[in-house]
Structure formats: C-alpha cells, structure tokens
C-alpha cells in the first residue's frame, strides 16, 4: 500500500518511532506547527525503547523521519550517540515556556541533527513529502500542559536576502559551513539509501552540486597556489569529478533499476572518504596557509555563491 500523502498531526500523535533495524525508540508525542507559514517547526519525541530515555522530550526536524508504509511508525534513521546527546527539555517546561527560547531551541535541534533551517515554503515534508495538516487536537495532546499551548511554535529561519546581505554567517570560517553542510548531506544520504526515493536523491542532488562548484570556484584555487595545499586540493577536484560522474550515472536511472541503491551506496562512501579527507587533512593544513580572516572571507563568497545558485536553479528541497 502506498503511504498517503496527507495525515493529520492528531493520527500520528503515538506512532511509533524505530531505527533502520527495527529497534524500538520511542513515539511521537506532538507536532510543532509554524502558524505563520503553517509548516512543521519541528516534531517532539519521547524516547524509551532502546535508549530508555523517559523524562525528557525532544525536538526533532520533520525531515529525520519517514513513514513506514502499512505502519503506524516512523523511522528516525541517527545513529545511537547523537539521539542520547540530542537537546531536549522537561514535560513541564517545553520551549517557549517558562524562560526557554523557543527560537534558540529550534536552531539547537537543526544544528545537532545537521540540518540547514530555512525559510518554509506551503506544508513542510515528514519523509518521503508526507504532508501534514494540524487540527485542534495537536494543541491538546495529553502530555503537553496548559500554558505550552498558547506559546509561539514559530521557526525563524534565514533568508536568501539575509544571507545575501551578510547577516547571517557573518564572521564564520568557510570551514564551519562546510562541514555543517557535510553533515547534512550524509543524513540525506542514510534517508534516500534506507527509502530508496528518487526525491532523497534528488535533494542530494540539489545540495552537492553547489557544494562542490562552490569549492572549485572558491576554496580549491586558492589552496592550489600553496605548496602544502597543493595536492590534496588537486585530489579533491578529481573526488568531485567521481561524484558528479555517479550523480549523473543516478540521474538516468530508475530507482526501481537493480543497481539504483548499489549505485547510490558507491556515492555514499565517495562523499563519505572526500568528506573525511577533507575534515581531517584539508581544512586543517588550510589554517595553516589562510588566516582566520582569508577564512571568513571565503566563507562569505561561498554564501553568496550560494545564494546566487538558488537564485538561479532554485532552492534545495
């Protein structure tokens, strides 16, 4: 059976939450709604099962979930460290009450599970584009007190322009974004592997081509020019040359095609060796030849060249 396309908040609240083995987490306990955008701002979880985590609630971006067909449960595909040292909070003082910055949270959370929060555009996705529709039940679910219902859900995000004008990401080393970006994309990569969705591929796709662009044009030439950078520089442009190859390889695919997750699992572990390389041999010897400020610098024209991507081929999904 297929999995629907619309669910109300109110017929999730209580499914179950499992990892890619099957193994019990725990349930969800509410769905945050940005009422202004009238997207998801995020989904809170109670985590027992395996983790035996059951004073605390946390926060979840809707993207780490995806609903198994035939089943009232959602797979949360993160790995076991990163669930138990994941922000939560109390049942009796969720965000936005009690002194707790809702906004500062809902960064927390997006940051943790390497997630990009941006500007939300109609019904935000649970999984393979599940939307989700709130009703009045989502505010009265049964572990939520009182004065959390009157409290703002709304998540603020970033927006091309204020990337564009340097209000956001000011000061931050081209490093920095990188890696958060790396993050993402090997979440993104465990989703469209553990699915097998064409549309996970194609936010991967979406995410890596101006990634990697961005390095050639910005990061790659620079390093080039110093002795010490040199080489694994020169490695990376040919590690992006393997994955453009396989991207397009994928691209002209079926996902019902035999080798459609072979094939993306190659992809993986090129992503995954060129984004260890990276982290642990490129960024460091790069401190040594650019300084924190050529760093920052760079950091900025990445943005920009980013946001002059979207502005061009549309904003990631």
Same mark, same amino acid.
Do not use: C
């Given at each position: 059976?297929?999995?629907?396309?619309?669910?109300?908040?109110?017929?999730?609240?209580?499914?179950?939450?499992? =990892?890619?083995?099957?193994?019990?987490?725990?349930?969800?306990?509410?769905?945050?709604?940005?009422?202004?955008?009238?997207?998801?701002?995020?989904?809170?979880?109670?985590?027992? %099962?395996?983790?035996?985590? %059951?004073?605390?609630?946390?926060?979840?971006?809707?993207?780490?979930?995806?609903?198994?067909?035939?089943?009232?449960?959602?797979?949360? =595909?993160?790995?076991?460290?990163?669930?138990?040292?994941?922000?939560?909070?109390?049942?009796?003082?969720?965000?936005?009450?009690?002194?707790?910055?809702?906004?500062?949270?809902?960064? =927390?959370?997006?940051?943790?599970?390497?997630?990009?929060?941006?500007?939300?555009? %109609?019904?935000?996705?649970?999984?393979?584009?599940?939307?989700?529709?709130?009703?009045?039940?989502?505010?009265?679910?049964?572990?939520?007190?009182?004065?959390?219902?009157?409290?703002?859900?709304?998540?603020?995000?970033?927006?091309?322009?204020?990337?564009?004008?340097?209000?956001?990401?000011?000061?931050?080393?081209?490093?920095?974004?990188?890696?958060?970006?790396?993050?993402?994309?090997?979440?993104?990569?465990?989703?469209?592997?553990?699915?097998?969705?064409?549309?996970?591929?194609?936010?991967?796709?979406?995410?890596?081509?101006?990634?990697?662009?961005? &390095?050639?044009?910005?990061?790659?030439?620079?390093?080039?020019?110093?002795?010490?950078?040199?080489?694994?520089?020169?490695?990376?442009?040919?590690?992006?040359?393997?994955?453009?190859?396989?991207?397009?390889?994928?691209?002209?695919?079926? &996902?019902?095609?035999?080798?459609?997750?072979?094939?993306?699992?190659?992809?993986?572990?090129?992503?995954?060796?060129?984004?260890?390389?990276?982290?642990?041999?490129?960024?460091?010897?790069?401190?040594?030849?650019?300084?924190?400020?050529?760093?920052?610098?760079?950091?900025?024209?990445?943005?920009?060249?980013?946001?002059?991507?979207?502005?061009?081929?549309?904003?990631?999904?």
């Amino acid at each position: 059976m297929a999995v629907p396309n619309i669910l109300s908040a109110s017929s999730i609240n209580g499914d179950k939450i499992v =990892n890619n083995k099957g193994e019990d987490l725990g349930d969800i306990k509410d769905v945050m709604i940005d009422l202004e955008s009238g997207s998801i701002a995020y989904v809170v979880l109670s985590f027992g %099962g395996i983790l035996g985590i %059951g004073d605390k609630l946390f926060g979840v971006p809707a993207e780490t979930l995806h609903k198994k067909p035939d089943e009232h449960a959602f797979i949360l =595909n993160v790995d076991k460290d990163r669930l138990e040292n994941a922000p939560g909070f109390d049942k009796d003082n969720w965000p936005g009450t009690h002194g707790v910055d809702h906004q500062e949270y809902i960064r =927390n959370i997006y940051s943790h599970y390497g997630y990009e929060q941006r500007p939300s555009q %109609g019904t935000q996705i649970i999984g393979e584009r599940q939307e989700t529709r709130a009703t009045s039940e989502t505010g009265a679910a049964r572990d939520r007190p009182p004065e959390a219902a009157a409290a703002p859900v709304m998540g603020s995000a970033a927006t091309s322009e204020e990337i564009s004008a340097g209000r956001v990401g000011q000061g931050m080393e081209i490093y920095q974004i990188l890696k958060d970006e790396h993050d993402k994309m090997l979440n993104l990569f465990d989703e469209a592997i553990n699915t097998g969705s064409r549309d996970s591929f194609m936010q991967i796709k979406a995410e890596l081509h101006p990634h990697m662009n961005g &390095e050639e044009e910005l990061l790659y030439p620079v390093l080039k020019e110093k002795g010490s950078t040199h080489d694994i520089s020169m490695e990376g442009y040919e590690e992006h040359h393997v994955a453009k190859v396989l991207l397009s390889e994928l691209d002209t695919m079926s &996902e019902k095609d035999e080798m459609w997750i072979p094939k993306l699992k190659v992809l993986k572990e090129n992503v995954k060796h060129h984004v260890e390389e990276e982290e642990k041999e490129m960024f460091p010897a790069s401190k040594d030849v650019l300084s924190a400020q050529k760093a920052e610098e760079i950091g900025q024209k990445y943005l920009d060249f980013k946001n002059r991507y979207e502005s061009t081929h549309g904003r990631s999904l």
